[in-house]
């Protein structure tokens, strides 16, 4: 699939939607943070191509198999295609933090994911999150770090430990007003 619009990366929880310490475990626990939703279609709508890249370590710990993890997907992309968006793709790693694998963030192993679908170059593309794992994945693949301040947003920035480049937003609402109006 070659994207001809520019491609924008979006971690999910805690960037589109609200985040739980105890997991979101089924599509009624999925509940999206005011304006993500909206934000996403008007991004598609102006020539970007939405893209999720989320741990879900859930599906790993057994808290939630794949057929669940897709219907939360789903209700996503319902959410996004009711009001005129379209999500490009969503790639996700449902590994646990000991398995060590190469897709779960800081890895940059979803990213590539993205970019070898798409037939992208990583560079300067915006990689939108709320945590360090997120920014520094961003980083490491040449990928702009763009922080949101929702989800664990406001604790990341608090650490300073962020890229020195990393731009930084209330919202997903705020970086798509941004981006559409640049």
């Keep these: 699939m070659r994207v ?3 491609p924008i990366l979006l971690d999910r929880d805690g960037v589109i939607n609200f985040e739980s ?9 999925w509940t999206p943070i005011p304006g993500s939703i909206e934000a996403i279609a008007a991004l598609s709508q102006a020539g970007y191509a939405p893209v999720v890249v989320t741990n879900q370590s859930g599906v790993g710990r057994g808290l939630y198999d794949i057929k669940t ?22 790639f996700f790693c449902p590994h646990t933090p000991d398995e060590f694998c190469l897709c779960r963030k800081p890895e940059p192993g979803l990213l590539y994911q993205a970019r070898d679908y798409l037939q992208i170059d990583l560079t300067n593309v915006w990689m939108v999150g709320d945590s360090l794992r997120d920014l520094q994945v961003a980083e490491r693949v040449g990928c702009q770090p763009v922080l949101v301040k929702t989800g664990d947003g406001m604790e990341t920035l608090q650490d300073n430990q962020c890229p ?4 930084v937003f209330d919202d997903l609402q705020a970086v798509a007003q941004y981006l559409i109006q640049s």
């Design 21 to 29: 310490r105890h997991y979101i475990k089924s599509p009624d626990e």
């Design 69 to 90: 993890l897709d219907a939360i997907h789903e209700k996503m992309r319902q959410a996004v295609q009711a009001i005129g968006g379209t999500l490009s793709a969503i």
């Design 4 to 6: 001809r619009m520019k």
């Design 164 to 167: 020195k480049q990393t731009l």
